[in-house]
């Protein structure tokens, strides 16, 4: 148990739609990071947050965005979804000044 | 940017006998480097990682990975395996500290054999 949850589990969605995808860490850690990992492959890093800002990003469109609160819980948003956007999506947290992310068990979205 | 390139995309092997899984990654002045372990329907566990310091490094279950720097690798090891050891393993690596974005490998899928 690393004490990161995931919400929703599973999801389906259509091409064009909306999705949010949520993320709860521990307390106190402040930092947290989404990662997509599609079928087959390693997870890619999408963006991290820390205290609330952006505070980095990968090779992915604006469409996909994420906020996080002061609760420690985050959000990742992607609109105008894609037949691509199909995968695992992972939230990782980690406390201030570690060196380790621990990961949530993610959440499978699928795109039709 | 850093790459990470695991070797074998698949790895069976059998029960009590030993295993290497592979990673190879970009060259770079710092480099942090990690294996994380994947089980069916799960997400990411961390299972070793080297920071600094002593290159071989050792996890809780009996696996063990050391930095060769010449060589630009971090091989992980198992002297026996378990049939519990049958999962998804990742190498990654960061050049910034295990708290910044990860760079991962395709994976390495272990299957212990009965």
């Known amino acids: 148990e690393t004490g990161v949850t995931q919400s929703p589990t599973h999801l389906i969605k259509t091409r064009g739609q909306q999705v949010t995808l949520r993320c709860s860490s521990q307390?106190?850690?402040?930092?947290v990071s989404w990662y997509q990992q599609a079928l087959g492959q390693g997870p890619q890093f999408i963006f991290q947050?820390?205290?609330?800002?952006?505070?980095g990003r990968g090779n992915f469109p604006p469409r996909f965005s994420g906020l996080q609160f002061p609760n420690y819980s985050s959000e990742l948003n992607v609109n105008a979804l894609e037949l691509d956007d199909s995968a695992l999506y992972l939230c990782?947290?980690?406390?201030?000044?570690?060196?380790?992310?621990?990961f949530g068990p993610g959440t499978r979205l699928t795109v039709l | 940017a850093q790459s990470v390139t695991q070797l074998d995309s698949q790895v069976p092997v059998f029960e009590e006998a030993p295993v290497e899984l592979r990673c190879n990654y970009s060259?770079?002045?710092?480099?942090?480097l990690f294996w994380y372990v994947q089980y069916p329907n799960q997400g990411l566990q961390l299972l070793l990682k080297?920071?600094?310091?002593?290159?071989l490094v050792e996890s809780i279950n009996g696996f063990e990975a050391e930095f060769n720097k010449s060589q630009t690798s971090f091989h992980l090891r198992k002297p026996s395996v378990h049939i519990s050891d049958t999962a998804e393993y990742f190498c990654?690596?960061?050049?910034?500290?295990?708290?910044?974005?990860?760079?991962f490998g395709k994976g390495t899928r272990l299957s212990v054999i009965a």
């Open positions: 947050y820390y205290r609330e800002e952006e505070n």
């Open positions: 307390s106190g850690h402040n930092t």
């Open positions: 060259s770079s002045v710092s480099v942090y």
């Open positions: 990782a947290s980690s406390p201030v000044d570690t060196d380790t992310q621990y």
């Open positions: 990654a690596v960061s050049d910034q500290g295990g708290n910044t974005p990860l760079v």
């Open positions: 080297y920071l600094s310091g002593s290159t």
